[in-house]
């Protein structure tokens, strides 16, 4: 992998086609490549629309996995009827099957749609097994997972990609755009967070915890940090050019989910006896080595509607932004000292992916962002690199959780962020390299 590629020339490599185009060779258009074969562990509500979009884009599909048979048979319906009554091979024999599935010599790469808790177990065999992994987020949970995950990219040379769909966002790219223009001068600070009631998503129907649920349960600190610090750690040319070297976490008491516990479930029912050790909000300030400082806030039981589930402002040295008023202030373009629409600038500053490829991400989940997801994935798999949300930025980005919990526990005590790229991050290239 060239670790000096500039992350404008990876981004660059995202205009030229759109999701089937990028299945092709670039060099011999009268000799079509062969779809790549991909597997998915995985066919929840999530893995199974990743699923859907792998068939749009023209993948095979030998295998899926996913210990819930429903699930499972659903996924092979859904593949037979998109490729001419083919069905993949099923795989639903236990929480480890997926390892049997990953013996598979007809699979290029696979796509991790699980719960949380199983990403870097699953990411780290299935890249041991030869096989490119696309994560959902956020990659791992604790530190020895992520230096795992590392260690696996590393030593098999198998490309990784974070399956962070926020970097995509319309305006989150129009930011990324504006960034390496250079209008925004030297990026000082950047407050992030992802804020979303998430209460109903956190019980089955019988009152037994959810994936999620169980998160809150048996794990403190920011849970979900990925969503928010992935576009910011972009903009700031984390792991290229800089890095975040160190956090302090603080959090709430316990309200919010208690009292919704109480308000749902009767008296006796077991959900009352459910000890969470997550808190209702918690607040991460993050420093980097360059001087820059990030406010990172995670809160997904405290009842409010939903108009974003994630927020960005960002600050530099010659304008600001804020995601929460849709505005931005460009000093020297702007009249006076007042906020203007950013929408003003979007024709201007578009980014070239969304320029060029907006009628494919047209209607696809997460506003697009999904779209560029599967596209990227694919596309850095038949150009052999390098993933544009690589192995160091997942670990940096997810490493977050832990130490915002081991911060927490005691009593706010900064906590040091590793140095996944052991040094590389000062010659890599970023945005305003």
């Known amino acids: 992998m060239n670790e000096h590629v500039d992350r404008r020339e990876v981004l660059r490599l995202g205009v ?11 060099s011999n258009a009268a000799e079509p490549a062969k779809p790549l074969r991909v597997g998915v562990i995985g066919v929840g509500g999530r893995g199974t629309y990743l699923l859907q979009l792998a068939l749009h884009a023209g993948a095979e599909i030998p295998a899926v996995c996913d210990i819930k048979l429903p699930h499972l048979n659903r996924a092979i319906e859904l593949v037979a009827k998109a490729r001419d009554g083919k069905k993949p091979v099923g795989y639903s024999q236990g929480p480890k099957d997926y390892q049997r599935m990953l013996q598979r010599d007809d699979l290029d790469a696979v ?3 699980t719960p949380m808790q199983v990403h870097a177990a699953m990411a780290i065999d299935a890249l041991r097994a030869g096989k490119h992994v696309l994560s959902e987020v956020a990659a791992a ?3 020895e997972e992520c230096w795992g995950l590392v260690r696996a990219a590393e030593e098999t040379g198998k490309i990784y990609m974070l399956a962070e769909n926020c970097c995509y966002f319309q305006p989150v790219m129009l930011i990324t755009h504006m960034v390496a223009k250079g209008l925004f001068g030297d990026l000082t600070y950047a407050e992030c967070g992802y804020v979303h009631d998430c209460r109903g998503l956190l019980f089955e129907g019988d009152g037994t915890l959810t994936w999620r649920g169980e998160m809150l349960r048996d794990y403190l600190g920011n849970l979900y940090p990925t969503h ?15 890095r975040m070297v160190s956090l302090v976490a603080a959090a709430t008491g316990q309200k919010n989910l208690v009292d919704y516990v109480r308000r749902r479930f009767p008296k006796d029912h077991p959900a009352q006896q459910i000890q969470f050790r997550s808190t209702d909000s918690v607040t991460t300030l993050i420093h980097t080595a360059k001087g820059k400082l990030i406010d990172l806030r995670y809160d997904i039981s405290s009842p409010r509607p939903v108009v974003s589930t994630t927020y960005y402002s960002l600050q530099g040295t010659r304008a600001s932004y804020e995601s929460r008023i849709d505005s931005i202030w460009i000093e020297g373009r702007t009249q006076g000292h007042a906020w203007e629409p950013i929408a003003k600038y979007a024709q201007e500053f578009e980014h070239p992916m969304w320029s060029q490829l907006r009628d494919q991400a047209a209607g696809t989940g997460h506003g697009g962002g999904d779209f560029f997801v599967i596209n990227e994935f694919f596309k850095t798999i038949r150009s052999g690199g390098p993933s544009p949300i690589d192995v160091w930025d997942a670990a940096a980005w ?9 911060s927490i526990a005691e009593g706010g005590a900064p906590q040091e962020i590793p140095d996944f790229t052991q040094g590389k991050w000062e010659t890599r290239k970023g945005l305003a390299g």
């Not at 030229?16 to 670039?26: D, K, Q, R, S, V």
């Not at 910011?232 to 050019?241: C, E, K, L, S």
């Not at 997810?398 to 081991?406: E, M, N, Q, R, Y």
Request: proline share 7%.
């Open 16 to 26: 030229a086609a759109g999701l089937a185009a990028a299945l092709g060779p670039a």
């Open 111 to 113: 796509i991790l749609g």
């Open 228 to 242: 928010a610090i992935g576009p910011v750690a972009q903009w700031m040319d984390i792991n290229r050019g800089d």
């Open 398 to 406: 997810s490493v977050i959780l832990p130490l915002s919990g081991k």
């Open 141 to 143: 949970m604790t530190v």
